[in-house]
């Protein structure tokens, strides 16, 4: 088309351009709306897909109204061409960066809701990231004119120069995607390492796993140490679990007093201290004639690894307080020390709080 430009053309494309910013306000207005409703839900996904959407609506309604102002213009073949390609490869973008957005989010919310005590595992996040702006990408190209076979081979040979110079990188990725995969590990477990970390699962991401300790430091462990290390999960396959309080009577105690009292501490404790599991049965075990005092052993149930600490803290007080109103006695360590004068032996005893000195004891 090579007539001359008219104020008529320029007015149509002016009321084109500007139905296209219209309809782009009213839609952001609309989505924002839903937005507010979506909030309400107490599915993740709905907010993810209405943020994308308030990204992509608005540009396509931009884009479309570019697109008829051009069509009505007396452009040429050459530059209607090259203005369609540019609005196509506009409206592409936008639709892989949203589409990017939602698919992470939705994936991330996935993750969140299957991991337990608030964790993401990126890993998955960000794979999935990837692969959709590298499909994005190849469209784009694909759109240009550019052809993608030429550039899928060069990449397939260099990938294989990239997989030889990075292989502790892949072996850490394809070590997370496993563990993952596998769900011997996800975010929000407490684990313990052979070599002694310990702590809970943060996240998972391509390179490594991230521990937070209950002081509140971060252990970075690779995540091929991880697969290849002994590791004690607390959380599966149940996160309930039982702790166990060695404790010890005289001999003099009536054992079946000690007993009773003992459970009622037990049932007081669990029902009163938050984190503990009043459905759990308690057991008390005599096991020990020990050298001052029979030992017997209480297990309890509680609701996951670290409440064991406030759980011990509340019931040894609390059993140490009843033992003493009961006169069940709690007997310190006793030995008997021979101190040798002369030739006379005379044998002494005391308790665990009394230390002789060495100049005192006979070799």
Excluded at 169 to 181: D, E, K, Q, R, S
Excluded at 284 to 291: E, K
């Amino acid at each position: 088309m090579n007539r001359v430009l008219t104020l008529d053309d320029f007015v149509l494309a002016g009321i084109a351009l500007a139905a296209g910013l219209v309809l782009a306000f009213l839609s952001r207005m609309l989505l924002r709306w839903l937005a507010k409703h979506a909030k309400r839900t107490k599915w993740s996904g709905d907010d993810v897909i209405v943020d994308a959407l308030r990204s992509v609506v608005p540009w396509a309604a931009i884009a479309g109204g570019a697109a008829s102002a051009a069509a009505v213009l007396p452009l040429t073949r050459t530059v209607q061409h090259h203005v369609n390609q540019i609005l196509q490869v506009w409206l592409i973008f936008v639709v892989t960066l949203s589409a990017a957005r939602v698919i992470a989010g939705l994936v991330r919310s996935v993750t969140q809701s299957r991991s337990g005590v608030a964790g993401s595992a990126t890993i998955f996040v960000n794979i999935t990231r990837v692969l959709v702006l590298a499909i994005g990408f190849l469209v784009v190209l694909q759109t240009l004119g550019i052809s993608i076979a030429p550039l899928l081979t060069a990449l397939g040979v260099g990938g294989l120069a990239v997989a030889l110079a990075l292989q502790d990188t892949l072996a850490n990725l394809f070590a997370g995607v496993h563990i993952l995969a596998s769900k011997t590990v996800q975010p929000g477990d407490y684990i313990r390492l052979s070599s002694g970390e310990e702590g809970y699962v943060v996240d998972i991401n391509w390179r490594q796993t991230t521990v937070r300790q209950l002081s509140n430091n971060l252990v970075v462990v690779p995540n091929g140490q991880l697969a290849k290390t002994n590791m004690t999960n607390f959380t599966r396959p149940e996160q309930r679990l039982t702790v166990l309080v060695q404790v010890g009577v005289s001999y003099d105690s009536d054992l079946d007093h000690v007993e009773r009292v003992t459970s009622e501490v037990i049932a007081q404790t669990m029902t009163e201290i938050a984190g503990a599991v009043p459905d759990h049965e308690p057991a008390i075990r005599f096991h020990t004639f020990g050298d001052s005092r029979i030992g017997f052993t209480v297990i309890l149930g509680v609701g996951e690894f670290s409440d064991q600490y406030r759980i011990k803290h509340e019931f040894i007080k609390r059993l140490h307080r009843r033992y003493r109103e009961e006169g069940i006695h709690i007997p310190a360590p006793a030995r008997t020390v021979a101190l040798q004068q002369g030739s006379l032996v005379i044998p002494q005893q005391r308790t665990g709080e009394d230390v002789p000195s060495r100049s005192s004891v006979a070799d």
